[in-house]
Antibody, heavy 120, light 106 residues
Framework: QVQLVQSGAEVTKPGASVKVSCTAS????????MHWVRQAPGQRLEWMGW????????HYAQTFQGRVTMTRDTSISTAYMELRGLRSDDTAVYYC?????????????WGQGTLVTVSS | DIQMTQSPSTLSAFVGDRVTITCRAS??????LAWYQQKPGKAPKLLIY???SLQSGVPSRFSGSGSGTEFTLTISSLQPDDFATYYC?????????FGQGTKVEI
């Protein structure tokens, strides 16, 4: 069965960076785009971008351009999302989510979420 | 950017009720709309895609309809497990904007 398992919660300071991992099992990572979505406390879900694990191509939401980098290591079936220049309003649960169809932006499997807390 | 607006924000209902949630897009998105269910502390779960296609394993009491800018999610007979927050998401443009959510309460 398909599973996405994310790294654990992080507490970090303003201006720092965080890198969240997402390890896929039950399918081949390279066969589906991996997206990242975040949810600040009490807020709606916010799409951040995707990576094509087959070739490393990425596309980021304009909101995060210049601050986010998505990478992957297919040898260990893991995708990564790094966010830099953290601010208090980046405090959120960050999810990886598998694109249900190639090139689509809806998601059939999700990781369990990683809480990132930004606080001085 | 395409904006998604759901109504109502909160809905109170009884077990067995028929429940309808509306989602409006700021411009036409054809039928490129998905619905998710989210329970507290959990990741969202895909219910419906392409406005009306039921995701595998999702009970048939869930249905979706609409096209263009107006969409609905209907639960034909609300069950105890259905009390959750529901989100619509457009995937027409090169983005995946979500609605603000509708909380279905007992």
């Amino acid at each position: 069965q398909v599973q996405l398992v994310q790294s654990g919660a992080e507490v970090t300071k303003p201006g720092a960076s965080v890198k969240v991992s997402c390890t896929a099992s039950g399918y081949t990572l390279a066969d589906y785009y991996m997206h990242w979505v975040r949810q600040a406390p009490g807020q709606r879900l916010e799409w951040m971008g995707w990576i094509n694990p087959n070739n490393g191509a990425t596309h980021y939401a304009q909101t995060f351009q210049g601050r986010v980098t998505m990478t992957r290591d297919t040898s260990i079936s893991t995708a990564y999302m790094e966010l830099r220049g953290l601010r208090s309003d980046d405090t959120a649960v960050y999810y990886c989510a598998r694109g249900a169809l190639i090139g689509s932006y809806f998601f059939d499997y999700w990781g369990q979420g990683t809480l990132v807390t930004v606080s001085s | 950017d395409i904006q998604m607006t759901q109504s109502p924000s909160t809905l109170s209902a009884f077990v067995g009720d028929r429940v309808t949630i509306t989602c409006r897009a700021s411009q036409s998105i054809s039928t490129l709309l998905a619905w998710y269910q989210q329970k507290p502390g959990k990741a969202p779960k895909l219910l419906i895609y392409k406005a009306s296609s039921l995701q595998s394993g999702v009970p048939s009491r869930f249905s979706g309809s609409g096209s263009g800018t107006e969409f609905t999610l209907t639960i034909s007979s609300l069950q105890p497990d259905d009390f959750a927050t529901y989100y619509c998401q457009q995937y027409n443009a090169y983005s995946g904007a979500f609605g603000q959510g509708t909380k279905v309460e007992i």
